[in-house]
């Protein structure tokens, strides 16, 4: 393909920016409802504007998605399809007064675009009808078909898109996904997520008692706040190994080449200590794994609340009757958020825990492309074109995403890229992107899907 000139992207972008704004300004708050309808008919009269079909699918529940098409170009191959993943809802503004500008108002300070729901993901959208638009004025056209799904229940766990992935396969088939996010690190490396890790999400709690109790009762009668601290306890030892039988026994081994690309990843491990402030060792020190293992292969198993029994200032003496905990399990290849659930039952029954209560929330499975897919090296070698030689590849993000279900559904491999960087500030006030990020962002989806029709 002809170059585009570099000097291309921004002028694109600046072309469409009125649309980009208008498409900013709309407060699509998935979890308050916020004009989500106003917003999906949005993203619609977006795709058709850039030359795209669109239609919108609501009929199975939850908020619309948009289903995206463009046809190749005349020199275009038609046999090849891409499908970006993106959202349209965004998280709410607050908190208010840490904002420097008005939230849903898109304000440029110093190159840099602050607005809520910029960097997760409006600009990824943006920058990829950029792109699309720029090879359609080229000479050769769009290099291969181009689908959209864009879904407006992101930020609330997206509860409906497998019911619509499995329903409309067929529509949203493609060779290839690239997802909604991405972003360079704290040291301005490009970073490409292939996969998710999964999460299992509990309740647990225990009562000992119809009412609490007067502390000398201490002597003769248990509480639920030790009987809870000891079941959670009992699930990891102090040097943090998991205690559960079948927990570990039901992770899928990681491939040769998925550890090569682990190894590759770099790790900053006082950058992290000085940034949280941390007042422990990491966990990490007295584990059989390194840091990136542990963040990508490994799961987790996380405390994330703990509340019983009096708390407030100055003393009271009782015997809690209920204590309640938070758990949260990260999950990698092969273990299934029921599963999880079982394992810890069984080992809470076999230890003397049955009156611990346990129950699962949410679970969502993870998800790892296969990283010999030759779409692995076309994503990597089209982002090292535009962004150097030291772009970072994750087989799995640390952290979650609704992405399993494409995987089964459709089929595809999916890695992530977007126009954020380590200051972007996903769900936190002051969210932006920077414009240099926004225009190689477009630089990029114009270099990835020519290399994905050739
Ligand atoms: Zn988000």
């Not at 900053?268 to 007042?279: F, I, Q, T, V």
């Not at 992107?433 to 926004?438: A, Y």
Request: aromatic share 10%.
């Amino acid at each position: 393909m002809k170059e585009i000139p570099k000097t291309k992207f921004k002028e694109t972008a600046e072309q469409n920016q009125k649309q980009f704004f208008d498409y900013l300004r709309l407060e699509s708050v998935s979890t308050q409802g916020r004009m989500i309808s106003e917003t999906a008919e949005f993203v619609k009269s977006m795709i058709e504007e850039f030359g795209g079909k669109a239609e919108l699918l609501n009929n199975l529940g939850g908020h619309p998605i948009v289903y995206g098409f463009f046809e190749a170009g005349q020199k275009g191959n038609a046999e090849k399809t891409l499908l970006f993943y993106n959202h349209y809802d965004v998280q709410p503004e607050d908190p208010l007064d840490e904002w420097k500008t008005t939230p849903f108002e898109p304000t440029i300070i110093d190159e840099i675009l602050y607005c809520r729901g910029v960097s997760d993901n409006k600009a990824n959208f943006m920058a990829r009808l950029n792109a699309i638009q720029l090879l359609n004025e080229s000479e050769e056209g769009l290099p291969c078909k181009v689908k959209f799904l864009v879904e407006g229940e992101e930020e609330i766990g997206s509860p409906n898109i497998d019911l619509y992935l499995e329903k409309y396969a067929d529509l949203f088939e493609a060779d290839a996904c690239i997802w909604e996010s991405g972003s360079k690190d704290s040291e301005e490396r490009f970073t490409i997520d292939a996969g998710i890790k999964g999460i299992a999400y509990f309740d647990a709690w225990v009562e000992s008692a119809d009412v609490d109790i007067h502390s000398s009762k201490g002597a003769v009668v248990d509480n639920a706040a030790w009987r809870l601290t000891h079941a959670l306890s009992s699930l990891r030892t102090k040097d943090h190994q998991v205690t559960i039988d079948g927990f570990y026994e039901m992770m899928k081994p990681p491939t040769e080449l998925e550890r090569s690309f682990v190894e590759k990843i770099p790790f900053n491990a006082d950058k992290l200590k000085e940034n949280y402030g941390l007042k422990n060792p990491l966990i990490v020190e007295k584990m059989d794994r390194t840091p990136q293992e542990a963040l990508i292969l490994y799961p987790t198993l996380t405390i994330s609340g703990l509340l019983s029994g009096y708390i407030g200032p100055g003393s009271k003496t009782v015997l809690p009757r209920k204590a309640q905990a938070k758990i949260d399990v990260r999950l990698v290849p092969g273990m299934d958020p029921n599963d999880v659930y079982k394992v810890i039952r069984k080992h809470w029954d076999k230890n003397g825990f049955n009156d611990v209560q346990l129950k699962l929330l949410t679970g969502e499975k993870s998800f790892r492309t296969d990283l010999s897919d030759p779409f692995v090296d076309i994503v990597l070698n089209s982002a090292k074109k535009v962004y150097g030689e030291d772009v970072v590849l994750n087989p799995n993000s640390p952290g979650t995403g609704p992405m399993h279900g494409f995987g089964k559904y459709l089929k595809v491999p999916i890695l992530g890229s977007g126009t954020g960087w380590a200051k972007s500030g996903a769900h936190a006030p002051n969210e932006n992107v920077r414009l240099k990020d926004f225009y190689q962002g477009i630089e990029h989806m114009v270099t990835l899907l020519s290399n994905f029709g050739s």
